[in-house]
């Protein structure tokens, strides 16, 4: 036991000492997504409009001195040191001078760090460390932003990045109330005007054929499953299909997995879940409620599912989740994000090694 401390203690001393050698990026634009190294390990630098939760965090006074100031509620943004998608949401979306400016007035804005002991107060009055906070917010992947309203209930979670456009609609559907009346996925589906029409998703040997009876909920699969849903004339899943599954790294691994793809606005197909009940492709995003394309859901073999991933993946953080399958750690009872911060912890070990022959 005294071994095992001892050695999380160096990794976490290696991590805080090598963070301060990769130096922060210049600032993104959207456009530079299709060029953003997510294998990166960055400093995060907090924008300075944030509130200051340097000194005894209180949740409850940040949301009561909001709403004195006439506004809406709070927005924390959840991140960790060393997340190349915290720095990019941070240098790309929260830099847009419009988006400042409709936070700042209908919102006060933290950031928190998922894996922080520090004390915090949380909505509730109840004094708890951050990463037990982050826990029951239900927080799985960095960077994650959550609306908190007036009562300090959640009313929107935006998991993974979002880019300008993106945030722009999850602000306007928190901001106008939208989210009393409908889901995010049906509203900002209807401001983009989403092609509904069937057929024409990307095609790839690795895609099972239908029909698809997916149940694992009788009998455990040998496999674990990936479900990949997409649109009909979406330039994100082209992109991610070109940029991403054509990786041969990634395709090796996928041969481990059961791969199906999905048309999320085909109302038509009839398959069967994971848990064993019939449902459309259509029927199934929309009970999830996913709102970007491609997403992706990973299921173990008993059809539990691990990983929903319904925000931008590039090659390090897919296949992290991948081997976050494969390897099975969540069996050790960490979520996807304690492991690939163990994942980091190992590689600058062996880059910290290398170095020093």
């Known amino acids: 036991m005294m071994i095992k401390f001892c050695l999380l203690v160096k990794q976490v001393l290696l991590l805080t000492a ?51 100031a006439g506004k809406k509620g709070l927005i924390v943004n959840y991140e960790t040191n060393g997340c190349s998608y915290c720095k990019l949401f941070i240098d790309t979306t929260l830099q847009q001078s419009d988006i ?41 992947y960095t960077p994650t932003v959550i609306f908190y309203g007036a009562d300090g209930k959640r009313v929107f979670k935006a998991g993974g990045y979002y880019d300008p456009a993106r945030f722009r609609l999850a602000l306007d559907y928190v901001v106008g109330g939208h989210y009393q009346q409908i889901s995010f996925r049906k509203w900002s589906a209807a401001q983009q005007q989403v092609n ?38 979406c330039d994100a ?25 999905l048309d999320m606005n085909d109302a038509v197909s009839k398959l069967v879940k994971p848990d064993g009940k019939s449902s459309t492709p259509s029927q199934w995003s929309e009970e999830l409620e996913l709102s970007y394309a491609p997403s992706i859901l990973l ?38 994000q304690r492991f690939t911060r163990e994942k980091t912890a190992e590689r600058l070990q062996r880059e910290a090694e290398q170095s020093s022959h």
């Open 18 to 68: 090598l963070f301060s050698v990769f130096s922060s990026a210049s600032a993104a634009t959207p456009s530079e997504l299709k060029n953003f190294d997510d294998s990166e390990i960055l400093q995060i630098e907090l924008p300075d409009w944030f509130l200051d939760t340097s000194l005894s965090p209180n949740m409850q006074e940040y949301l009561e001195d909001a709403l004195a």
């Open 100 to 140: 400042v400016t409709s936070i700042q007035q209908n919102f006060d804005m933290l950031g928190l760090d998922m894996f922080s002991d520090n004390e915090i107060v949380d909505l509730d009055g109840n004094t708890v460390s951050t990463k037990e906070f982050v826990k029951a917010q239900g927080v799985q």
């Open 196 to 233: 509904k029409q069937t057929g024409g998703l990307e095609s790839d040997p690795l895609f099972e054929k239908p029909p698809y009876v997916l149940a694992r909920n009788a009998f455990p699969a040998d496999q674990p499953l990936m479900i990949l849903f997409e649109r009909n004339s």
């Open 237 to 261: 899943c082209s992109e991610w299909h070109k940029d991403v599954l054509s990786d041969s790294g990634i395709r090796d691994m996928l041969e481990q997995f059961q791969v199906v793809q």
């Open 299 to 336: 299921f173990d073999e008993h059809g539990k599912l691990r990983q929903l991933i319904d925000f931008p993946v590039l090659h390090q953080r897919f296949k992290r989740s991948l081997l976050y399958m494969t390897e099975k750690a969540y069996a050790r009872g960490i979520t996807y």
